[in-house]
């Protein structure tokens, strides 16, 4: 484990006045054509922000003077600084962002062959309380802005070399996106121009614990992307002990708003299953499993638990896996395992956080 200092140094400054010039809602088009500036100048500062990395407006040395000073007055441009960058042998980096009013979050770079996956946080900890979770422990402080998860891709966007680019997106570190849609779907959409990161929605997911009001909504405004839903067990009285929300939920209407995202989308789903040992990994559990993704066009993500410090939770056994996985695959079920990535780096969510409060 290697840990370092930001790249470049940026400032944090709490100035929630200024609009971030990372949030298409940020109005720099119309700002730009009210002072007369033409309207290619927008394009212009965006290639800054993505490919040419600018710290600060007063680098956009192809801008004139005065416009880079008014810009500075009027919008935000970094608005996290680097806390904490930490990489593992297997090629994984994880940032710790310091936002302006002082709370952190985490967000992940994965290399595997040819992809660059980044996992990115879409709240600052996490209501929903799942018991096995680092990210929900002290509940959650606040949704992130636009501008603030835009900047965690641009932020990992910079640790790659110039000739690669980030490929895929996950929302998989802290918080549940479905909470924060108003504000992550015009990021994602950000993160898709082809302009700037030009990452196709396809390749984009987005990992809910399972709020069916949430999922229809997304169903209607954009159901291009993929969606993994948070199962961890197949029966109502486990998965509530699992993951608290689902007592007033329940895993009827999970699976209901689920298969209406699919028939929206027509993308097969994701189905997440941490493997909790002795909780949730018997072949019992499995056969369960298998049993409700009946004839779903579905892939079932095994994610063997990653031990969290203080929690009383344990990995599956190598044994108990193999059998969990082995009666899903007799079932005819598709099953992938999440291969365990920057493990040295506590890379599950919320546990750099975590970690780093405690030192
Ligand atoms: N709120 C979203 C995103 C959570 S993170 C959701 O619930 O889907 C993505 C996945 O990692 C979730 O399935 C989550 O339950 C799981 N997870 C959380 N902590 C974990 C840990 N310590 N080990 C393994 N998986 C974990």
């Known amino acids: 484990m290697a840990q370092e200092s930001a790249p470049f140094a940026s400032s944090a400054t709490p100035d929630p006045g200024r609009r971030h010039v990372l949030d298409p809602a940020s109005g720099l088009a119309a700002w730009l054509t009210e002072r ?31 416009l880079r000073a008014d810009l500075e007055a009027e919008f ?45 946080s879409s709240q600052v900890g996490c209501a929903m309380g799942c018991v096995f979770c680092a990210s929900g422990i002290d509940g959650v402080a606040r949704n992130l802005t636009t501008g603030e998860i835009v900047e965690q891709l641009l932020r990992l ?8 680019r980030l490929s895929h ?27 700037g990161l030009g990452i196709s929605q396809r390749r984009i997911t987005i990992s809910t614990v399972g709020l069916p009001a949430a999922i229809d909504r997304l169903a209607a405004a954009n159901p291009g992307y993929h969606l993994a839903v948070s199962l961890h067990a197949a029966d109502d009285a486990l998965r509530t002990r699992l993951v608290p929300v689902n007592k007033a939920i ?48 579905a ?25 969990f996985l082995g009666v899903l695959r007799d ?16 890379a599950a969510c919320g546990q750099l956080r975590r970690s780093a409060a405690d030192a």
Request: aromatic residues 4%; charged residues 25%; neutral net charge.
């Open 36 to 66: 007369g500036q033409p309207g290619w100048r927008a394009g212009a500062i965006r290639r800054w922000m993505h490919g040419r990395r600018a710290a600060s407006f007063a680098d956009m040395t192809d801008l004139p003077r005065d």
């Open 76 to 120: 935000r441009i970094w608005s996290t600084s680097i806390a904490v960058h930490q990489r593992a042998d297997d090629g994984t980096e994880k940032l710790l962002l310091a936002l302006a009013d002082g709370q952190r979050i985490e967000c992940v770079l994965l290399r595997d062959g040819d992809r660059r996956t980044v996992c990115i």
């Open 157 to 164: 966007a910079a640790l790659l070399p110039a000739e690669e």
């Open 169 to 195: 997106i996950v929302v998989m570190g802290m918080g549940e996106p479905l909470a924060n849609l108003d504000r992550l779907l015009p990021a994602l959409a950000e993160a898709q121009d082809p302009q």
């Open 250 to 297: 329940g895993l009827a209407d999970v699976m209901a708003a689920a298969d209406r995202y699919w028939e929206a989308s027509g993308r097969r789903l994701t189905f997440e299953y941490v493997l909790l040992g002795g909780v949730n990994d018997s072949p019992d559990h499995a056969a369960a499993v298998a049993r409700l993704m009946g004839r779903r066009a």
């Open 299 to 323: 892939l079932v993500n095994v994610i063997p638990y990653n031990a969290v410090a203080g929690m009383p939770w344990q990995e599956p056994t190598p044994a108990a896996r193999e059998r």
């Open 331 to 346: 079932a005819g079920i598709n099953v992938q395992v999440r291969r365990r990535k920057g493990e040295s780096i506590a």
